[in-house]
């Protein structure tokens, strides 16, 4: 019998999640985006989008733009039956334009929590509401 693939154990999350964090890792978007459901919706603070298109290019983009290599490393998960709430860090340098302030190399850290909606099937993010401090993100990146 071939194993399935859908996310239905904690662990299947937990392994979806973490693949997901790393992706970000990369410079890759396409390879980020596929972790998307094609109506996906993120909420992230002075943000709503809808859709890969606005996803792809007003948050994976700037992101992967402004700090490549990135990580998010995950603290902690909560699972609920297609849920998961993660609190998790944020480390990088800035080495790209990120919110039109030029590559500075500062090295930043924010702590942040997400709420993921997932298709067990798809392993795909059908919405996600993002937070955590871009105030202090801007802050430590250097003058805006």
Known sequence: MVPSTAIGTS????SFINEY???WQ????D????Y????????????HLEGKTAVREQFVLPFITGFPGNRHIPQNMVFGQGVVVVE?????EHRGTFAGVPATGAHVRVPGCSVY???????QITAGRIYFDAGTLLKQIGPT
């Not at 662990?11 to 937990?14: G, M, T």
């Not at 390879?31 to 596929?34: F, G």
């Open 117 to 123: 909606e997932y298709d067990s099937a798809t392993r």
């Open 21 to 23: 964090f790393g992706a």
């Open 36 to 47: 998307y459901a094609e109506n996906v919706v993120i909420q992230v603070p002075g943000l």
């Open 88 to 92: 998790w860090s944020f480390e990088a």
């Open 11 to 14: 662990i299947d999350v937990e």
């Open 26 to 29: 990369g410079t890759d978007a």
């Open 31 to 34: 390879i980020i985006m596929s």
